[in-house]
């Protein structure tokens, strides 16, 4: 049987992340061809796209821009957490030491995870194209005054979104800015998009699920001329009056591999509190 190959991204930035990478690294090479180590936001080289895994050292950032960066290869990506949170990045490295055997002989199957692709046209054309792991946000920008989006789905008009703009996101980055302006939250396997509004001049205007099958479009029809649409809270473009955004399904989903000891729920308890009474203390 021949050796499974990984690939190694890093945010060298993240406190011990060297230190760290030149600890796992002869590690690694006992179990496996460890075939790069590259930087966070680097272009991974070509042989990225043919590993066998993708192990990510950093927080869930890191996370995201690898998966932008092998967007469509189906490399399989696991999160060793070297920040705060590491909601996707869910192993630490004692974890990540522990179930790698157990990952590279195929007992942990890595999920499959909805991804998104973004395109900005203005007259027609396409301006703007990236990947979006978590989520696209349009953000009203300077001079601060409320804008005006029309959203459909498919050949369905859905609303006039009149605000400080909306996100749309992914199961995955349900749980981040979604959340945060009080978006719901998607079971990851799901085939769906919420749709939420950041302060809707309109109370009645409320987040909404759709189905992932239809491409979603977004004309501007009043914008700032600081206006920005950001992916995955890392890329930005300008949006301008009259551009149009259109948001479709990746036929290629992310790959990630889940911590064989946790489940989506009880990731959200530990991590996000979540569903814990005022006076749990554990």
């Not at 990506?77 to 179930?99: T, Y």
């Not at 400080?164 to 992914?170: F, P």
């Not at 995955?232 to 591999?257: F, H, K, W, Y």
Request: proline content about 7%; hydrophobic content about 40%.
């Amino acid at each position: 049987m021949s050796r499974k190959r990984i690939a190694i991204v890093v945010n060298a930035d993240k406190p011990g992340a060297a230190e760290q990478v030149q600890k796992l690294r002869p590690w690694l090479a006992e179990r496996a061809e460890v075939v790069g180590v590259v930087g966070n936001y680097e272009s991974p080289p070509e042989e990225f796209a043919s590993a066998d895994l993708c192990v990510v050292l950093g927080g869930d950032g890191t996370l995201l821009s690898a998966v932008r960066a092998l967007a469509g290869a189906g490399v399989p990506m696991l999160g060793v957490n070297l920040g705060k949170l590491g909601f996707l990045a869910d192993f630490s490295v004692e974890h990540f030491r522990k179930h790698l055997d157990d990952i590279l002989a195929g007992r942990v199957r890595p999920t499959e995870r909805m991804m998104l692709e973004v395109r900005r046209f203005a007259d027609g054309e396409e301006e703007f194209y990236s990947p979006a792991a978590n989520d696209l946000a349009i953000a009203a920008g300077p001079p601060f005054r409320m804008i005006d989006l029309n959203v459909a789905h498919g050949d369905d008009d859905i609303s006039r979104y009149m605000g400080d703009g909306l996100v749309i996101a992914t199961p995955t980055g349900s749980t981040g800015y979604n959340m945060s302006v009080g978006g719901p939250i998607l079971e990851p396997g799901l085939d769906a998009l919420a749709i939420t509004p950041i302060a809707p001049h309109t109370l009645s205007l409320r987040p909404l699920v759709i189905g992932g099958e239809e491409p979603v479009q977004i004309r501007a029809v009043r914008v700032n001329d600081g206006t920005t649409l950001i992916i995955d809270g890392q890329i930005c473009t300008s949006l301008r009056a009259g551009d149009m955004v259109e948001v479709r399904r990746s036929p290629s989903p992310a790959r990630i591999v889940p911590h064989p000891g946790r489940s989506f729920f009880s990731t959200l308890s530990s991590k996000l509190h979540w569903g814990r009474s005022p006076h749990h203390t554990s």
